[in-house]
């Protein structure tokens, strides 16, 4: 494998990365009763998808009509990201557990991106990594705080 080929792998498993987030929050939205956890997956979701347009416009690997299709597949069945929802027995109840969940695994991606980022000589590639782990970076503050208020609120 030459190295634009790793390049285009690593862009093309980053995107399948972040339709695996979006259907993790997407999935959680669905799930949960609590509304203003609720929204905040669903905002998260949103953003997911974003980020995986953004892989995408650097992607040779599928055209358009192949990434809206892929896009709006659902949950990929080894998705690590969905295993983990599985191993919270009352989601509807479980927002707390979601968002801890969420916080682990946005840090990971933070890390990961980070590596691949470092790795990159293109300028245009490094850009959207670096564009992303910003956003995967706040995802993780919006979660922090949202769980500490919700926290607080719960245990009153
Ligand atoms: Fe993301």
């Avoid at 997407?26 to 974003?50: G, I, Q």
């Amino acid at each position: 494998m030459n190295s634009n080929d790793a390049v285009q792998q690593a862009i093309y498993d980053s995107l399948l990365t972040e339709k695996d987030a979006m259907d993790f929050y997407r999935t959680a939205a669905l799930y949960v009763k609590n509304p203003d956890a609720r929204r905040m997956f669903e905002l998260l979701a949103k953003e997911e998808r974003e980020h995986a347009e953004w892989f995408h416009r650097i992607c040779n690997r599928i055209d358009l009509d192949e990434f809206l299709r892929l896009i709006d597949s659902g949950p990929s069945p080894d998705s690590s990201w969905l295993s983990r929802l599985d191993s919270i027995p009352d989601l509807e109840n479980g927002e707390l557990e979601v968002m801890k969940v969420a916080m682990r695994q946005e840090k990971d991606l933070e890390k990961e991106l980070q590596r691949i980022a470092d790795a990159t000589e293109d300028p245009d590639v490094r850009q959207i990594y670096e564009a992303n782990i910003a956003s995967t970076h706040r995802h993780f503050e919006m979660i922090s705080q949202e769980y500490n208020r919700l926290k607080e609120l719960l245990s009153l």
